[in-house]
């Protein structure tokens, strides 16, 4: 190698490193575009992730009341039932009774 290859030599090198450099800057703009837009994605996810389980409290407290609602909707119609029988029951020993007191 003589001296005056050295400074075409070093002139390569320092733009193949410059080029080398160029390259590696794109890339970290590349992967600084990701990271922000990763960032974005993941702030999206956590707010629809709040919201889910926003919702999700709430058709629990709404199966909650329901089931309640279903229980004393059954427990009525059950009492009704009763009291319906019992007027039903009353009301034929009341013709039983007037039956008897015609044929005498």
Request: proline share 1%; hydrophobic share 35%.
């Amino acid at each position: 190698m003589t001296n005056a290859d050295q400074p075409q030599d070093i002139t390569g090198r320092l733009e193949d490193i410059d080029r080398r450099l160029e390259a590696l800057g794109d890339e970290i703009d590349l992967a600084r575009t990701i990271e922000s837009g990763i960032r974005v994605e993941v702030r999206t996810t956590s707010q629809r992730t709040a919201s889910l389980e926003q919702t999700v409290a709430q058709l629990r407290d709404i199966a909650r009341d329901h089931q309640l609602a279903l229980r004393l909707i059954t427990q009525n119609a059950e009492r009704d039932r009763q009291v319906f029988q019992s007027e039903i029951r009353r009301v034929w020993e009341y013709l039983l009774g007037q039956s008897s007191n015609g044929n005498s």
